[in-house]
T-cell receptor, first 114, second 112 residues
Framework: KAGVTQTPRYLIKTRGQQVTLSCSPI?????VSWYQQTPGQGLQFLFE???????NKGNFPGRFSGRQFSNSRSEMNVSTLELGDSALYLC?????????????FGPGTRLTVT | GENVEQHPSTLSVQEGDSAVIKCTYS??????FPWYKQELGKRPQLIID?????GEKKDQRIAVTLNKTAKHFSLHITETQPEDSAVYFC???????????FGGGTRLMVKP
């Protein structure tokens, strides 16, 4: 079974631009969660989607948004990029949700904002 | 919302020694507590988890204990090996099971 994949793996953007990151979950997994990982803040929960519905959102500004498609693939978008948005963005998929059982992480997208 | 605190932030042990990482959580409704290991440059991977109806769980050299009354849980690694060197994250779920709150991580270094 193929693992969680994320594209692109690396991205360099300029302040003020927007970016879209993509995540393809493990086949059969309906839940996709997104996390921001930085050296100082650890793993911060962004949001979780299940069957195309956002069920939970972390404490991030409205510039961070996401969606999930009918095939469970998910995208997250960050608008008006700031220097502080530089981070590793990880997505993770699971059968029923991250708090219900094992979730599998993708390799991440490393975003650098200059 | 849930708050998870993890200690210590760094831990250095000699190969063969035991390592213990502790976490506390705030939401008494949390009922699922996983531990993830992240090696340098790699993605986090689940190494063990425990549910609130169990007090202890073991898997070879790894064990997790849970004290619901005190709202804390711990990871125990025995007979540490250099390949155990990594960052370890604890987490706790919300009562709906739709999100995980992670601790700040513990960098474990096992010296040969």
């Amino acid at each position: 079974k193929a693992g969680v994949t994320q594209t692109p793996r690396y991205l360099i953007k300029t302040r003020g631009q927007q970016v879209t990151l993509s995540c393809s979950p493990i086949s059969g997994h309906r839940s996709v969660s997104w996390y921001q990982q930085t050296p100082g803040q650890g793993l911060q929960f962004l949001f979780e989607y299940f069957s195309e519905t956002q069920r939970n959102k972390g404490n991030f500004p409205g510039r961070f948004s996401g969606r999930q498609f009918s095939n469970s693939r998910s995208e997250m978008n960050v608008s008006t990029l700031e220097l502080g948005d530089s981070a590793l963005y990880l997505c993770a998929s699971s059968l029923e949700g991250p708090g219900a059982g094992e979730q599998y992480f993708g390799p991440g997208t490393r975003l650098t904002v200059t | 919302g849930e708050n998870v605190e993890q200690h210590p932030s760094t831990l250095s042990v000699q190969e063969g020694d035991s390592a213990v990482i502790k976490c506390t959580y705030s939401d008494s409704a949390s009922n699922y507590f996983p531990w993830y290991k992240q090696e340098l440059g790699k993605r986090p991977q689940l190494i063990i988890d425990i549910r609130s109806n169990v007090g202890e769980k073991k898997d070879q050299r790894i064990a997790v204990t849970l004290n619901k009354t005190a709202k804390h849980f711990s990871l125990h690694i025995t007979e540490t090996q250099p390949e155990d060197s990594a960052v370890y994250f604890c987490a706790a779920n919300d009562n709906a099971g739709n999100m995980l709150t992670f601790g700040g991580g513990t960098r474990l270094m096992v010296k040969p």
